[in-house]
């Protein structure tokens, strides 16, 4: 089973938010795992179009019926609105946070409630929440994380 990593972000982001969100999709894809999202845009699509770049593989997990981005591989178009956010955190192993507003903020609450580990670039300050220095580090330690979950197993160890 291939290790599914969460990136969370804001729909419209800063321009060097959109950057590190490539890198970070690019360095999971190059990690082997699987990269999901809410499928929107801003940080969830340019995450998406740094994984599709590497020959990742991506996950939408959209809030409506429509309006996912272009560099999904999968959409689940769940109805759910806001609440989507909690099925996004708990298909991830990890997750990485890449700037964010109210809707980062709610699933990284969901995910320190449930124990998921969480890095983050620039994000809220929240206990929990590990602060990391580039994309690199951020989506590397999601993906070591995810590995010694048990949840899931990284190709580095098969």
């Not at 609440?83 to 609450?109: C, F, H, K, P, W």
């Not at 999601?142 to 197993?153: E, F, Q, V, W």
């Amino acid at each position: 089973m291939r290790a599914q990593i969460g990136v969370i972000g804001a729909g419209d982001c800063a321009p060097e938010e959109h950057r590190a969100a490539e890198d970070v999709g690019r360095t999971i894809a190059k990690g082997g795992a699987i990269l999901c999202c809410g499928g929107l845009s801003g940080v969830m699509e340019a995450a998406c179009k740094g994984a599709k770049e590497a020959g990742g593989i991506t996950v939408g997990i959209i809030p409506g019926t429509g309006g996912e981005n272009r560099y999904l591989d999968v959409v689940i178009r769940t109805g759910l609105s806001h609440a989507r956010n909690v099925v996004l955190v708990q298909s991830a192993d990890a997750l990485v946070a890449v700037g964010g507003a109210y809707g980062t903020l709610s699933e990284i609450a969901v995910a320190m409630k449930i124990g998921k580990k969480v890095f983050g670039l620039s994000t809220w300050e929240v206990p929990g929440v590990v602060a990391c220095s580039s994309p690199e580090e951020a989506a590397n330690a999601a993906l070591d994380a995810a590995s010694r979950s048990g949840g899931c197993h990284s190709p580095r160890e098969r």
